[in-house]
């Protein structure tokens, strides 16, 4: 018989109108209940668990039903566990809100199960701005595509002559167009010098069929598209005042941007992640400010505590396969498919190196050539995360001859085991 670990645990099934509570036996005339989700509900709720001598919960992590619910918890001084619904399977039978509890309760009572990360409250704060300004770019994106619709159904081509309609030559000819000008060569003018399209292309391309309708499309994509910018520049300021509130390691030491590219913050974000880390992991080839500030915001400054072994961290962001093994046998070895951004932010550094020259560039094309771009990719990203642990925990500056040093032994082993392959070759000839 298994020894019960936590007597004093309790389980709850969360959802958006009702919470379902087990308690263990003998602990209150009904062992379940039932509780609302409005706030004064989930207050009766812990008092109730108070009253049941209880001092460890575990929940499951449904939708963004649990978060109140768990922050008013941690309030009363209990420890709550938040777990993954995926990692907890009901018994077989008949499935209820009470009988989920109950398991929940069971499971977390032999200590069965482990609590998910939760980031600290600052950490929380400052990821849900970037998440949100994620958004906002997104939703910018689509403007810029009604934009570039409407003009398309005019045979307005400026698609075609420029890279980016939104820069400073296209969004002066749009500005013009929507204030009534038509004249190709009178738009023309707005051109900048560095438009790599001749004036002629340009001048072909602003000829078309102006349509009211398309005009109206335009105007509305065109005014959306600028409310989404101011609203993305007032998210970069509260992103900069939650950043300037953690802890800081060094003083400001001046670092620059290497380069102004789209939608990057009006701040400063280098310098601020130099201060927060000690360290410069912007440094990691493909590794921009944007891609560290997400990360930062999904995993806070404190890796270390929160994950004490790089095997830990590389596992929750989900760029290791899930090897099961049976008899001393890896029986079945994939990565799981599950959302993690800041896993995926790896993954979007990883994917920028497929033209660099840099070692990891060289690690990318290695494994594209094994096992494929998609293998290739969560391989660089985990190598990537693997140098992102290690220089924020242990406050070491990257150095690629580290990597370069590890592809040279590679390409000796590889040399070797070719120069076997010929003589073995040879071997198989003379014989024939």
Request: a positive charge; hydrophobic letters at 40%.
């Given at each position: 018989?298994?020894?019960?670990i ?6 709850i ?6 919470h379902?509570?087990?308690v ?9 209940r039932s ?9 009766q709720l812990?008092s ?14 449904t939708?963004v039903?649990w ?14 566990l ?25 499971l ?5 199960l ?5 980031p ?8 849900d701005?970037?998440?949100?300004r994620?958004?906002i ?20 081509k ?15 000819m749009?500005r013009a ?17 560095r ?15 102006w349509?009211q309708?398309q ?11 600028n409310?989404l910018?101011?609203?993305l ?6 992103s ?17 941007e ?6 990057q ?9 130099y201060q927060?880390?000690?360290v ?11 891609t560290?500030?997400t ?11 929160d994950f ?11 760029v290791?396969?899930d ?48 096992k494929?771009?998609n ?6 990203a985990?190598?990537?995360a ?8 242990e ?17 000796i082993k590889?040399?070797a ?11 198989q000839l003379a014989e024939?």
């Amino acid at each position: 018989m298994r020894k019960l670990i936590k007597e004093n645990a309790c389980g709850i099934d969360v959802s958006s109108k009702e919470h379902v509570v087990a308690v263990p036996q003998g602990r209150a005339k009904e062992r379940v209940r039932s509780f609302g989700s409005y706030t004064q509900d989930l207050h009766q709720l812990a008092s109730w668990l108070k009253e049941c001598a209880i001092d460890t919960i575990v929940m499951e992590s449904t939708g963004v039903y649990w978060y109140h619910l768990y922050t008013i918890l941690l309030e009363y001084g209990f420890e709550v566990l938040l777990v993954n619904a995926y990692h907890v399977k009901n018994v077989p039978g008949r499935k209820s809100d009470v009988s989920d509890a109950q398991w929940l309760q069971e499971l977390h009572t032999y200590g069965l199960l482990n609590g998910c990360f939760q980031p600290s409250n600052l950490t929380r704060e400052l990821r849900d701005y970037i998440r949100l300004r994620k958004t906002i770019i997104q939703d910018m994106s689509t403007q810029i595509l009604r934009a570039l619709k409407a003009l398309e159904l005019m045979n307005i081509k400026l698609g075609q002559v420029m890279r980016d309609i939104t820069g400073k030559s296209g969004s002066a000819m749009i500005r013009a167009i929507l204030a009534g000008e038509r004249s190709p060569e009178v738009l023309c003018s707005y051109a900048d010098g560095r438009l790599k399209a001749s004036r002629a292309d340009i001048l072909k391309a602003l000829e078309g069929n102006w349509k009211q309708e398309q005009l109206f499309n335009l105007k509305q994509a065109w005014a959306h598209y600028n409310f989404l910018k101011d609203q993305l520049a007032e998210c970069d300021q509260q992103s900069e005042a939650t950043i300037a509130k953690f802890e800081r390691v060094t003083t400001a030491v001046g670092l620059k941007e290497p380069r102004k590219t789209k939608h990057q913050p009006v701040f400063n974000l280098r310098n601020y992640l130099y201060q927060i880390h000690g360290v410069d992991v912007t440094n990691i080839p493909g590794f921009k400010s944007t891609t560290a500030l997400t990360v930062f915001s999904e995993t806070g400054p404190n890796l270390k505590k929160d994950f004490p072994t790089d095997k830990q961290f590389l596992s929750w962001l989900n760029v290791v396969p899930d090897n099961k093994i049976t008899g001393g046998k890896v029986i079945f070895s994939k990565v799981k498919r599950k959302k993690n951004k800041a896993g995926q932010a790896f993954r979007e550094a990883a994917n920028a190196l497929w033209n660099s020259k840099s070692p990891l560039g060289e690690y990318l094309r290695k494994k594209k050539a094994q096992k494929g771009s998609n293998k290739a990719i969560v391989a660089t990203a985990r190598k990537i995360a693997a140098i992102y642990y290690k220089m924020t925990t242990e406050k070491v500056e990257f150095d690629p001859k580290v990597i370069s040093k590890n592809n040279h032994q590679g390409l000796i082993k590889k040399i070797a085991y070719l120069e076997k392959s010929i003589e073995k070759a040879r071997m198989q000839l003379a014989e024939v």
